[in-house]
């Protein structure tokens, strides 16, 4: 129930916030209010952050995902409306892949890698 409640108000809050805020700000402030209450939840409830075992691969095309949104979101804009996606944007975005890719890469290998064993 409360899991409804909390997607349900997140929508009427994005709602009102396109009004005055731009879409990828209005994103980014949800995510940077978002993820240190998730923290401070965690902690609070001593809910390890590591999870161990076969649910890592589950975690990582999770991250994945999340992480890509802006670049779907990006070129979504610019397919169905039209939008032009400005130099400072493409450069975000390369800079979201790369970021995915120095950091996810190495635990997909040792994945990998332990599957093979």
């Known amino acids: 129930m409360s899991l409804c409640l909390i997607w349900g108000f997140s929508w009427v809050a994005i709602k009102f916030s396109l009004e005055g805020i731009p879409r990828f700000l209005g994103a980014g402030l949800r ?6 209450l998730l923290y401070l ?4 409830r001593r809910i390890p952050l590591v999870i ?3 649910v890592y691969a589950l975690v990582f095309i999770t991250a994945v995902l999340i992480y ?4 779907v979101a990006a070129l979504s804009e610019w397919f169905i409306y039209g939008e032009l996606i400005a130099m400072n944007t493409v450069i975000g975005m390369i800079l979201i892949f790369l970021g995915i890719a120095i950091a ?3 635990k997909y290998r ?4 332990r ?3």
Do not use: H, T
């Not at 995510?31 to 240190?36: G, I, K, R, S, T």
């Not at 040792?110 to 890698?113: T, V």
């Open 41 to 44: 939840y965690l902690r609070i």
């Open 68 to 71: 890509i949104l802006p670049i």
């Open 110 to 113: 040792s994945l990998s890698a």
């Open 52 to 54: 161990p075992g076969q």
């Open 31 to 36: 995510f940077l209010v978002a993820v240190p």
């Open 104 to 106: 996810e890469l190495p």
């Open 115 to 117: 599957r093979a064993q």
